[in-house]
């Protein structure tokens, strides 16, 4: 079977980028190893969708567009493999190995869109390796595919839109939650005011934004926190925090931590294309030029893991790199190519502008940043801050030497829990926004695979 | 294929064990979200502390929802879809290579 | 003293030093640079040494030998445990002719070394029993099994190497990468960006930097990279009692390695699907009940490899004082490195089993 391009992610920005694929006459195959397309912001709508009109309601119009986004994906002539994970990409792109009900396929690739989205960044707090206490995306997730609220007494810890849509998502679906405490405080508001002007030419942006900030559900807040540690014995069983404003301690069984969301790499740093440090979104991001590609010849990154930007982002930078593939195989002309890419770039210019606002004000302290004492760091591994720090002083300054001596990433997740904060916590003068040391190495496979799965792949050439 | 969302009817609802327990949970549902929805937390110990674990981030990154599905080990709950009448069970103990379970080898 | 490579080998030297209460200091490059020490198979390997050089063999032998105290010592100064267990190593034959061959090369072994070369050949039900529960591939004809090998767990005997050279007051300097050597008066100073550094004596063990380094002090000896690829599993529960064939091996805590390609593909450590899979392959058609066992991590490390495959042990006629010391099987020859090398290199004998390793050899010598 011969594709022009092999899509991988089919959120917003994977689905725009086979929309654009098709309506241009290029044959395009998507993986994914959700169950359904959607990607994190449009998780399980169609069943969403199925349920609330069983029951007599719709969809909100904020979802609307994801739904009609899914509809025209669907229909489009695009070969959708579902529940595929994507275990290896090879130097550059050209061969792609995924793992799809329990068998492995190797598949050449003649051009790339990688869209494997965001994730969200890990701050290991003190009793965060606890059950009970899960990422508020992961909160939001469960919510969206089985339609009910994490259970009993909730405290929401953090910082950013995802955190206080959460709550209010949360809220709305009659969850008892006791707490929100946010990092943000008056100080954020002022660092970000010169960011203000360019995030008034995103109109709706800065229109969510504020819905976002005032209509946080009536719960007890607290601003300006600079501590946290969960309590718990085998579970959560509430949270000591300190902030600018005093101390204090809320019993609750379910800790919903956020820091903002940072583009999953692993795909990208395996082709071995060149990544960059986002100073202003403290994370790793691969090099893309103006119509996504990366240092490595059809091989586009788009959405979400080529940098923060959100769907609306996501979908732009997804056609974007169809276009230059397109245009390549002769399928468009300089001037359509032009002509149809305009609007896309300035689109994604308008959009990044308006990010500065939201990145300065959602901006994890370093206080939390670097853990410290019995905070679990690698939570596989179970490797704490102390271990890390002491390994530090008696000499291995990198992460590969840290490994050694503590074992810290190498466990399932493949180091992406833990190696930001080891690294934060080996790298001196990190508290001024300094660039890290590169990111650990990436090696297949990136997903779960079994030897036999291995051994039995299915080579296509 | 007809997409999902024009069937008219809304999705079924599918079972599946977890341990002796029962688990109720919509087709098109990852393991690890009818586990939370129904109140389960813990997916299994550390292998280090024999500490409880549960699942984190629900999008296939942190592997903290490591549970055995139809005899394979170490599954991710929150990227595997529930099946019907499917075997989950909670990680509490080295799985053995050899022997006992027969549903392994499929 | 100072110390070129704070890889397995520098670190075995140092350790030996610092007990014999020499003042070390050992100088290593980036943490990103190749390092064969952080990713091997850790086994003490002698039943496959030196077929074509009874001198290897008996090198490696006599290591083993060392090995219980070695591993002891550092358990007890280090509390780091570096798991040694000298159990020996099972073979395993797929297929009659490749069953056939193995045993004759094992019976050739035995009449080159001699009493020494303790082996048993095995069938298929001996295999059975030797192995316990894991069952056998249905090609698995027979095999062999060999007292004399052992395995130790790698990253712990680094770190216990590391740690222990601290306790004795060594130290170890990171991202100290040495770019030039210079030697004035019997004192050698070692130079890179971060400054300098003297002592009249000096060790060069930087793996594939040491022949760079050793040409400064007149010395020259080729390393070439040898790529080796393997991958470890989930946690299962104790499976095959033995490692077998220097392909797979089980931790005590569960974990189980497969390895380990050889490859001459320069400096590259990347790993590659391909060979991941050959291995895959290779571990399945010996053991079936594998197939079912996931991969936690694969990797790829760059063997220091000599000209001829065998250690290289030589101080410089030109510069005396300064010592190039570098092999492909540094865990085998830790213990070893720590017991012979330390008198030798501060002004005593070389130890006879260390003679036949000198560079003369390679002037007529081949490969083996
Ligand atoms: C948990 C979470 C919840 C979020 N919720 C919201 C929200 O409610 N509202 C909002 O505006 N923004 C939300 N975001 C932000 C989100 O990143 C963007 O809104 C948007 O979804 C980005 O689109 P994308 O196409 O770039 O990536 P995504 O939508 O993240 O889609 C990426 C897809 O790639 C797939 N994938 C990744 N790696 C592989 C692989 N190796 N093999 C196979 N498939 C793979 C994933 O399964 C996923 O479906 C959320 C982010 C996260 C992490
Ligand atoms: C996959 C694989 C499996 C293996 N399995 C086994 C096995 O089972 N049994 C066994 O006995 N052996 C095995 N080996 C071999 C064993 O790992 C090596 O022999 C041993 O690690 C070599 O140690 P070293 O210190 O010489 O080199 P390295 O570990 O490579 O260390 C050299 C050090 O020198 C530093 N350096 C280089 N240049 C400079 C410079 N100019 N200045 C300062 N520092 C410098 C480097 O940064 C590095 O830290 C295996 C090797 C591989 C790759
Ligand atoms: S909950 Fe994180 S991988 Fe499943």
Redesign the interface.
């Known amino acids: 079977m011969n594709n022009d391009v092999v899509v991988i992610g089919a959120g917003p920005a994977g689905m725009a980028a086979a929309i654009q694929a098709s309506s241009l006459g290029l044959k395009a195959l998507v993986l994914d190893?959700?169950?359904?397309p959607g990607g994190?912001r449009f998780r399980?709508i169609?069943?969403r969708?199925?349920?609330l009109?069983?029951?007599g309601k719709g969809l909100p119009a904020s979802e609307q567009k994801g739904?009609d986004l899914?509809?025209r994906f669907?229909?489009s002539d695009t070969r959708f493999v579902d529940?595929a994970?994507v275990w290896d990409i090879s130097p550059g792109g050209r061969q792609i190995s995924y793992l799809h009900h329990g068998r492995s396929f190797t598949i050449p690739a003649n051009a790339v869109v990688a869209a494997p989205g965001a994730?969200?960044r890990?701050v290991p707090l003190e009793g965060w390796?606890?059950?009970?206490?899960?990422?508020a995306?992961?909160a939001q997730?469960?919510l969206k595919?089985?339609?009910?609220p994490?259970?009993g007494r909730i405290v929401l810890l953090g910082c950013g839109p995802l955190l206080l849509l959460t709550a209010r998502q949360l809220s709305n679906a009659g969850a008892n939650v006791v707490g929100l405490l946010q990092t943000t405080g008056p100080a954020d508001f002022l660092r970000a005011t010169p960011y203000l002007p360019a995030a008034l030419r995103s109109a709706t942006l800065l229109k969510q934004g504020l819905q976002l900030l005032t209509q946080t559900p009536l719960v007890p807040k607290v601003f300006s926190l600079t501590q946290a540690s969960i309590i718990g014995a085998?579970?959560v069983e509430g949270v000591n925090y300190r902030s600018r404003g005093g101390s204090g301690f809320i019993e609750c069984d379910a800790v919903l931590l956020h820091f903002g969301v940072i583009p999953?790499t692993q795909l990208s740093r395996l082709a071995g294309v060149a990544h960059d440090w986002n100073e202003q979104q403290e994370c790793w991001q691969p090099v893309v030029d103006a119509w996504q590609e990366t240092s490595a010849e059809n091989l586009m990154v788009a959405g979400d893991g080529g940098g923060i930007l959100g769907d609306e982002a996501a979908e732009m930078s997804g056609r974007l790199s169809i276009l230059r593939i397109a245009h390549r195989l002769g399928r468009i002309s300089d001037q359509s190519l032009s002509k149809l890419a305009a609007p896309l770039q300035r689109g994604l210019k308008r959009l990044a502008a308006a990010r500065a606002l939201i990145d300065t004000i959602f901006h994890t302290p370093e206080t939390m940043l670097i853990p410290s004492g019995d905070t679990v760091v690698c939570?596989?591994?179970?490797v704490t801050a102390a271990e890390i720090a002491a390994a530090n002083a008696s000499g291995a300054s990198g992460l590969r030497h840290l490994k050694v001596q503590t074992r810290v990433g190498m466990?399932?997740?493949r180091a992406?829990?833990c190696s930001m904060a080891a690294m934060a916590m080996i790298t001196p003068g990190i508290r001024c926004g300094q660039r890290p040391p590169p990111p650990a190495t990436v090696r297949a496979p990136i997903?779960?695979l079994?030897i036999g799965q291995l051994a039995e792949a299915d080579v296509e050439i | 294929m007809r997409?999902?969302?024009d069937?008219p009817?809304?999705?079924h609802q599918v079972s599946f064990r977890f341990g002796d327990e029962e688990i109720e949970?919509?087709?098109?549902?990852?393991v690890?979200?009818?586990l939370?929805?129904s109140?389960v937390?813990?997916t299994g110990v550390?292998?280090?502390?024999g500490?409880?674990?549960?699942?984190?981030?629900?999008?296939?990154?942190?592997?903290?929802c490591?549970v055995e599905i139809d005899?394979?080990?170490?599954?991710?709950a929150?990227?595997t879809?529930v099946r019907q009448n499917m075997k989950v069970c909670r990680q509490t103990?080295?799985?053995?290579?050899?022997?006992e379970d027969e549903t392994?080898?499929q | 003293m100072l110390i070129v490579g704070g890889g397995v080998v520098g670190a075995s030297i140092a350790y030996g030093l610092a007990e014999e209460g020499a003042k070390i200091g050992i100088l290593d490059a980036e943490d990103s640079d190749f390092s064969a020490s952080r990713g091997n198979f850790g086994m003490i390997s002698i039943s496959n040494k030196g077929f074509n050089n009874l001198a290897y063999f008996r090198l490696s032998y006599a290591s083993s030998r060392l090995w219980p105290e070695f591993a002891s010592t550092l358990r007890e100064q280090t509390g780091i445990d570096p798991a040694f267990d000298l159990k020996g190593k099972v073979y395993i034959s797929v297929g009659d002719r490749e069953f056939a061959a193995h045993a004759e090369k094992v019976a050739e072994y035995a009449r080159r070394v001699g009493a020494e070369y303790q082996h048993d050949i095995l069938n298929r039900a001996d295999l059975r029993q030797m192995l316990?529960?894991?069952?056998l591939g249905e090609r698995v004809t027979g095999g062999s099994f060999s007292p004399l090998d052992g395995i130790a767990e790698p990253l712990k005997l680094y770190s216990g190497l590391l740690n222990a050279i601290q306790r004795h007051g060594g130290s170890i300097l990171r991202d100290h990468r040495v770019g030039r050597i210079q030697h004035q008066r019997g004192i050698f100073t070692v130079e890179g960006p971060w400054g300098s550094l003297s002592a009249p004596r000096l060790v060069i063990a930087a793996g594939l930097g040491t022949p760079d380094l050793a040409s400064q002090v007149g010395i020259s000896v080729k390393v070439r990279p040898q790529r080796g690829q393997m991958m470890v599993t989930?946690?299962?529960?104790q499976?095959f009692p033995y490692p077998v064939s220097g392909l797979l091996r089980q931790n005590p805590?569960?974990t189980i390695m497969i390895g380990v390609s050889t490859e001459e593909v320069g400096y590259d450590d990347r790993t590659t699907v391909s060979v991941l899979r050959s291995l895959a392959m290779k571990a399945i058609e010996r053991l079936p009940?594998?197939g079912?066992?996931?991969i936690t991590r694969c990797w790829a490390a760059l063997r220091p490899r000599t000209e001829d495959g065998y250690p290289v042990y030589q101080e410089s006629h030109e510069r005396p004082g300064a010592f190039v010391i570098t092999c492909h099987s540094g865990i085998t020859l830790a213990a070893l490195h720590k017991r012979l090398l330390p008198q030798w290199i501060l002004g005593g004998r070389k130890d006879a089993l260390l003679e036949p390793f000198g560079l003369g050899r390679l002037q007529s010598a081949s490969a083996a």
Request: aromatic share 4%; net charge neutral; glycine share 10%.
């Open positions: 190893e959700q169950p359904a994190q399980a169609e069943q969708y199925r349920r009109r069983a029951a739904l899914i509809r669907r229909e529940q994970s994730y969200e890990p390796h606890l059950p009970g206490v899960m990422s995306g992961a997730t469960m595919m089985s339609g009910h994490v259970k085998d579970h999953n939570r596989c591994e179970e466990g399932p997740c992406q829990m997903r779960p079994t | 997409p999902p969302h069937l009817e809304p999705p949970a919509w087709e098109g549902e990852t690890a979200t009818a939370l929805a109140g937390m813990i550390r292998a280090m502390s500490r409880s674990r549960g699942p984190y981030c629900l999008i296939g990154v942190c592997h903290e490591l005899g394979l080990a170490n599954q991710r929150c990227i879809t103990r080295l799985r053995p290579l050899t022997g392994r080898e | 316990g529960n894991v069952r989930e946690r299962v529960e499976s805590e569960g009940d594998l079912s066992v996931q």
